[in-house]
């Protein structure tokens, strides 16, 4: 089984301030990990992924997300955040190594805030 | 390039009504996919196409949800008869073709229908 937990809930920061938002996972083999972005009354938004490689993985807008496979994190960070980075945002996995059809898991997102 | 379409926004109905949902995805995109985001939490995968077969619907409640992909492009979603647990946005996406094992593609959303259920 896969799964992902994003343990904050909210994350306030100041424009200009650095941004980070945690997200640890768990899948029985490779992990496919995505970030995604939702802004009020749209879909979702892609902006990085990490499949394999580089752990360091650069996306829109900005953003980067760092692989570490032996804390099973992907945390999401940008160096200075702006106040339209203001939005939900998802992790989510997917296990690279199973009969599965490559099923996505979403964690339950992180509320950032970012004031002027 | 033309993203994925999603028909109607927002829908209003009373429970034990039926309502259905339509999604065209992004141009030669053969994977198909509905999820439902229940406020509060991540989208999670009702039923997954590719192409015009079904490759996973294990979380579909079927007794009342249904879905096709004809033609392998357009898709649609019903549900019938509607419960009130059944309030959520229910999110259209598509991506490249993966294989059985493997599927590094991104997925691309459409804007999500809005479903209230009294």
């Known amino acids: 089984a896969q799964s992902v937990a994003q343990p904050e809930d909210q994350v306030n920061v100041a424009e200009g301030n650095p941004l980070t938002v945690k997200c640890t996972y768990s899948?029985?083999?490779?992990?496919?990990l995505f970030w995604y972005v939702q802004y009020p009354n749209r879909g979702l938004q892609f902006l990085l992924k990490?499949?394999?490689?580089?752990?360091l993985v650069k996306g829109s807008y900005g953003f980067e997300a760092e692989f570490n496979k032996s804390q099973t994190s992907f945390h999401l960070k940008k160096p200075s955040a702006l106040v339209s980075d203001s939005a939900l945002y998802f992790c989510a996995v997917r296990d690279g190594s199973t009969d599965s059809w490559g099923k996505l898991q979403f964690g339950a997102g992180t509320q950032v805030v970012v004031t002027p | 390039e033309a993203g994925v379409a999603q028909s109607p926004r927002y829908k209003i109905i009373e429970k034990r009504q039926s309502v259905a949902f339509w999604c065209n995805p992004i141009s030669g995109h053969a994977t198909l996919y509905w999820y439902q985001q229940i406020l509060g939490q991540g989208p999670k995968l009702l039923i997954q196409?590719?192409?015009?077969?079904?490759?996973?619907d294990s979380q579909l409640p079927k007794d009342r949800f249904s879905a096709e992909r004809l033609k392998g492009v357009d898709s649609t979603l019903k549900i019938q008869p509607a419960k009130l647990e059944d309030s959520a946005v229910y999110l259209c996406?598509?991506?490249?073709?993966?294989?059985?094992?493997?599927?590094?593609?991104?997925?691309?959303f459409g804007p999500g229908t809005r479903l209230t259920v009294t």
């Open positions: 899948v029985s083999g490779n992990p496919y």
């Open positions: 990490y499949i394999t490689g580089d752990n």
């Open positions: 196409f590719q192409n015009n077969g079904v490759v996973d």
């Open positions: 996406a598509s991506s490249l073709a993966g294989t059985r094992t493997t599927n590094s593609y991104e997925q691309y």
